[in-house]
Structures are given as C-alpha cells and as structure tokens.
C-alpha cells in the first residue's frame, strides 16, 4: 500500500512570536522550526500502517521554502521512504486552497491508497488544507481521526467527537488527518539518521493558484493585566469567592 | 445585494449557542448593509426550530431534511451546502469554528476554490470587502485578513460573538431538495460510542476548571470534577496530565489541545508552560492555584492562590456550596 503524509515545516511550539516590520508576518530571525506536531503523528501512523501490512511506502510530502528539505530528512530518518518537495519560498503567504492544489497537483500523479494529515498546523491553524485535498483528489474526507484499521480497499477508523467518538467506514483512498491520542511518534533512530542520507529526495515546482486571502495586519493580543497573588492557602478562599462574586460578577 | 448564508447546528435536540452567536452576527452585519439574512439548518426532524432561528434573526430559513442528514457526514453535508450556495448565490457564509464547521468550509472553499477564514473573533464589511481578524499561533498573535473572493466563507469562534435578543416575526420556510451522489457515500457511520456522560464541549463551556501534573494521579481529579460540578464547568487538563493518561485527550487544553476563552479559568497545579498559556489566555477570568509562586501561570492569573490544590480546591467547594 502506497501512503502519502503531507508535513509542513512550522514555527517550534516554544517560540515567543514577533511580528516583523512590515507588520503583517512573523519574525523570521531566532526562531527554530519544526515538524508539525499533528504531522509527526500522521507519519507515525503510515508506518505503523506499512510495517502491520508488510509491505507498501510512505512518501512524505511538503510545500515549504528550501530550508524544508531538512525537515524532509528528518521524516526520512524517522522512516519515510521517499520525500517530496515542493519548493515554494512564499509559502507563508499562500493561502490554504493554493497549497491544497499545489498538493493535489503532485499527487494525482503518484499511485496512492492513503494520504494522511495533521488535523491542523500549528502555525496558521487552518485546518483547511487536507479537507481541500479531498476534494480536490475527489476522495473521502474523514478528520480528527484516533484509530486506524486497514481491510482491504476499506479503512475502519475513529472519529472524535464531544464526548466520545465515532466509528467510521471510509472507502479508499481517502484523505485521514491525525488527532492526538492516534499514536505516541517515534523519534529517529541513530540507524535512521545515516540511512536517511541515501533516500530519494525529490523537488518539484508548480504554478501556484491566484491569492483568495490577503493578509494586512499582524498584532499581539490584548495583553493580561499583571497577576495578583490573592493570599496563602485555604486562608484566601472566602476573599477568592468574594472577588469572583463581587469584582469578576460570575457567581 | 447577495444574501448571507449562515449554517446552523443542532446538538442534543437543540440549536447550539454558537450557531445563534453566527445567527446574530450575520443579523448585526445583514442590517448594516441592507441584506437578507437566511439560515440553512441540516438534519433530521429539524423542521421545527425554523421559528426560533426567524427570532434569533433570520429572514429565511432552508432545511435540508431527511434521514441521510441524521448525523454530520463531510461529504454528504457539503452537498447540501453547497445546493444551498447554488440557490442563495450568497455574498458570505457564516459556519460556527466547530469540528464540523471547519470541515465544511474548507471542504466548500475547494468546491468554490477559493479559502475560508477559520475562527475569526471580529468581521467588518466595508465597500464590498469583508475582512476578519483570527488568531494565529493558538493565539499568540492576531492577524487581519481579507477575503479577495465571493463568497467570504467566514467561521465564527464559538463564545466570542454575543447572541441577541429574540423577537417575534414571521419567518418563510423553504425546503432544500439534496441529491446526493455516489461520491458523497463513500463514509459510512458504524457506530457512535459516548465515553463521557452529559459533557459540556471545553471550546463553549462558560467556566472551565483544569488540572495539571500538580494532580498527581488520575482517580486525584475527583476534587476538579466536584468543583466543576458545582460551577456546572467543564473539565479541562494541561498536556502533561494528558500525556500520564489521567485524562482523556480531548481534555487538553492549549497550543495542541483545544483554544478556549471560557468566562472563567481555573487552573490547578498547572504551571502555565507557553503552550498551555497560547491556549487559555484569552480567558475573560483566570484563576490559578498552586503551590509554586514563581510558576508563571500567577503572571495570567486575575487571581492567584499559593498553595496545595488538595487543601484549597476542597475548600473553594465548600465556600461555593454556603448559601449566599
Ligand atoms: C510540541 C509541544 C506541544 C505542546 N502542547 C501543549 C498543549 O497543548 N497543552 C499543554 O498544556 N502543554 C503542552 N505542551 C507541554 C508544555 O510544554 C508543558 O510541559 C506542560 O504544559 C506542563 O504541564 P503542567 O503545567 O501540568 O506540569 P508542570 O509544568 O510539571 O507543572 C505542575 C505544576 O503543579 C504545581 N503543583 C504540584 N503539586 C501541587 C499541589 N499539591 N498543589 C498545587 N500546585 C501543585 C507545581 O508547582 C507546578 O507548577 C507542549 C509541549 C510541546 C513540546
Ligand atoms: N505547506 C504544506 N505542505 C504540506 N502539507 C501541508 C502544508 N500545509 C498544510 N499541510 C497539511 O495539512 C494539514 C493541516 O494544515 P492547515 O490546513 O494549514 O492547518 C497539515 O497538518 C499538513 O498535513
């Protein structure tokens, strides 16, 4: 079976963001990327996928500007087989749809059964991108998935919702986008690393849609009114339920 | 002008607040600029909330019945969105930043190809453009966005936008024929298993109480549950409870977990690490209880309390539960 994960390179977690002089994007400088958490365990799950089934490749796939290719080498070092770039040094002010085609464009050619997301990126947190891709690839869609089961040209999986989840039926090939609590990633291994090196790394360039979106400000949220240490212990308790009734007016 | 659609959502036999939120801003905008609001309700049986949705603001009101509909399916509800974007030729549609609504307009926005603006928190319209605010990095920044393409498919952050006040009038019902293709057959629901009894969605609660690794074990959050059932809250977690398995996954709170900005957050034994701060501090309300001082959760919290969770929480019940 042939798996596509679709990763995207992303500010880490930990940055403290800056918006950069123009006054419309983030501060480039200082701030380290990573891989996508939500991708990490997308490309989990397509080789847990891979290694239950026997056989098969997981191809990792990615628009992003040059620096990408190593984020590329890391999924190729936890496991990936193949990695696709799609170099596109203005990614950051793309739009979901013109990614999502730039996607689908290169993977219509590819033979697939599977394509796996991340349920968002953690930069722009869209979650647009692998519901596009569906219907751009006109197959099923299902998202926020934590449990995957391969049967043949069907995929049994879990869908969360409020309070629970549901359990799906999902005709293949589909797009799937990957939720917390699907899988624990692995990290790469030191045998990894070193094969990585020798894995097919392939770019590619495509002509990417006009702009549907345009954006004209970056701003900090308000900020918070400096804390205030009500009192010690259970001591501070009446004075607590006091403020919230009194000052905050919520009980 | 072209109308604004507004997709409306049901959940245990009623409208979701949040849908009435959209509802109500597409009313405020609609009367700004002089156009029909309609509102487009999916689902089985839900013929008869057309009267409350005419109250909450709609000029019109389509539905799109029938036992296909019973629960949300992507591929099944885009099809009947998009007959209804096909009749309404809209100049926006307003979706909820539910799990469902996201799906929907980005699954839309391809159809139409062109992107949605996800989880705005305001929209403006001004000659002829709409432009929304969202935050990025789970909140660590707020960027303006304008949409460059018709329709503006917009949602709406569930408990940002104020629903307003109900009033009678008449409202026209028309009925949306759907039909639906092979292709939108293709996901079919098995089964649906609840695992949590009555619960409150975290993104909608009004007053959210949470629990960190200061919990220290699972069976430990009996004392957040009681003080959440007090405040008729819902329980939220930090990762690192998450991740020690106390609590489920859709518990957690922050830049990987769920964004909320309840009217009240009470965070226990947590320490405010960024990415739990990107998820929360949007709070109207944040209080915080911990045994550490230094943590930086006190830097957010409105009110703080140094001490041990297991003597305050209880004691914060307690006080609670005395009759004013
Ligand atoms: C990629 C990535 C994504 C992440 N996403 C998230 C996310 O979405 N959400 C999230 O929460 N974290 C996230 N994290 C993890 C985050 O960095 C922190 O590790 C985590 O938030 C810490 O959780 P905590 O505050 O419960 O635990 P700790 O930082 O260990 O804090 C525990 C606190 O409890 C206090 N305490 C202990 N005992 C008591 C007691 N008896 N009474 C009162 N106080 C007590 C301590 O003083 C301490 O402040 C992410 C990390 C990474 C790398
Ligand atoms: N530039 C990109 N390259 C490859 N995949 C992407 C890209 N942007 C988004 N994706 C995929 O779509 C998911 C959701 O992204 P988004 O819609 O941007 O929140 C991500 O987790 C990736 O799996």
């Known amino acids: 079976m042939n798996i596509i994960v679709c990763v995207k390179r992303v500010p880490s977690t930990e940055t403290t963001v800056r918006v950069a002089s123009d006054g419309k994007s983030l501060e480039q400088s200082g701030v380290e990327y990573i891989l996508s958490p939500f991708d990490e365990i997308a490309l989990e799950e397509g080789l847990r996928i891979k290694e239950r089934l026997g056989s098969g490749e997981v191809s990792v796939i990615s628009v992003g500007p040059p620096e990408t290719a190593t984020t590329l080498r890391t999924c190729l070092a936890i496991g990936a087989d193949k990695a696709i770039h799609i170099k596109d040094s203005d990614v950051y002010k793309r739009d979901p749809f013109s990614i999502a085609s730039a996607l689908a464009s290169v993977i219509k050619t590819l033979p697939y059964s599977l394509v796996l997301c991340g349920k968002q990126a953690v930069d722009d947190d869209n979650a647009q991108v692998p519901a596009m891709l569906a219907r751009l690839l006109n197959i099923p869609y299902v998202s926020v998935v934590t449990k995957v089961e391969i049967s043949g040209t069907k995929a049994m999986v879990n869908r969360e919702v409020s309070g629970g989840y549901e359990i799906l039926e999902v005709d293949l090939p589909a797009v799937l986008t990957a939720q917390k609590g699907l899988n624990e990633p692995r990290y790469p291994s030191l045998k990894g690393i070193m094969s990585a090196k020798k894995k097919p790394l392939e770019e590619k360039t495509v002509t990417f849609d006009e702009l549907s979106l345009e954006t004209i400000k970056m701003e900090y949220p308000p900020s918070r009114q400096a804390g205030r240490i009500v009192g010690k212990g259970v001591e501070a308790v009446p004075e607590l339920v006091k403020l919230l009734k009194e000052e905050a007016k919520i009980i | ?324």
């Open chain 2, 1 to 324: 002008m072209q109308p604004i659609l507004v997709f409306i959502e049901t959940s245990d036999g009623q409208l979701r607040k949040t849908s009435l939120e959209a509802l109500s801003e597409a009313k405020r905008i609609g009367r700004n600029i002089n156009v029909e609001v309609i509102a487009l309700i999916i689902g089985d049986k839900i013929a008869s909330f057309a009267n409350e949705l005419s109250s909450y603001g709609a000029d019109k009101v389509l539905v799109a019945e029938g036992g296909d509909f019973k629960d949300y399916n992507t591929a099944k509800y885009t099809r009947a969105l998009l007959t209804a974007v096909n009749k309404t030729n809209p100049t926006a549609l307003f979706l909820s930043a539910t799990p469902s609504g996201k799906d929907l307009s980005a699954s839309i926005s391809a159809e139409l190809k062109l992107s949605a603006l996800q989880d705005c928190i305001s929209i403006s319209y001004e000659n002829g453009v709409f432009t929304v605010r969202r935050p990025v990095y789970a909140g660590k920044a707020i960027i303006t966005v304008r949409a460059l393409k018709t329709p503006a498919i917009i949602t709406l952050r569930p408990k940002v936008f104020a629903v307003g006040v109900p009033e009678n009038k008449n409202v026209s019902v028309g009925n949306l024929q759907v039909a639906l293709t092979a292709d939108d057959q293709r996901v079919g629901l098995k089964e649906t298993v609840v695992t949590a009894q009555k619960k409150v969605e975290l993104t909608e609660a009004d007053i959210i109480v949470s629990g960190g690794r200061g919990m220290k074990a699972g069976e430990n959050f009996k004392v957040i549950e009681e003080l959440a059932q007090v405040l008729n809250a819902a329980v939220g977690a930090s990762r690192a409870a998450v991740d020690s398995g106390w609590r489920p996954h859709t518990d957690q709170v922050g830049q990987t977990g769920k964004t909320v900005c309840p009217t009240l957050y009470i965070a226990c034994g947590i320490s405010g690490a960024i990415q739990h701060l990107a998820g929360m501090s949007s709070s109207k309300w944040i209080v915080a209880i911990n045994k550490d001082p230094e943590s930086p959760i006190f830097k957010v919290a409105n009110y703080g309390v140094v001490g041990d969770l297991f003597e305050v929480v209880p004691a914060l019940c307690q006080e609670l539960k005395k009759p004013c």
